[in-house]
């Protein structure tokens, strides 16, 4: 039985050539919500600080009871 040993270097997929080189922009397009996710939370922690509990809770409900249509 003979095991066939390959060189991983001198292996070339298009498809790896292709995803390194669009790598920087799927980085853009995720740096979009990741902005937006920044600012949500940054507002939550803000809302804490200036509003009693009983306004915040209520605020969060307020938000699931209303159509986003």
Known sequence: MRIKVRNISS???NADDK???SAPRNNVLLAVPAFL???N???KFTMQLYF???MVK???NLKE????D
């Not at 009871?65 to 986003?68: E, H, N, R």
């Open 37 to 39: 996710y920044a600012i």
């Open 65 to 68: 009871m209303l159509p986003y």
């Open 52 to 54: 009693n509990p009983a």
């Open 58 to 60: 209520m605020l969060s």
């Open 19 to 21: 995803a390194t080189i």
């Open 41 to 43: 939370n940054y507002l």
């Open 11 to 13: 292996i070339s997929n």
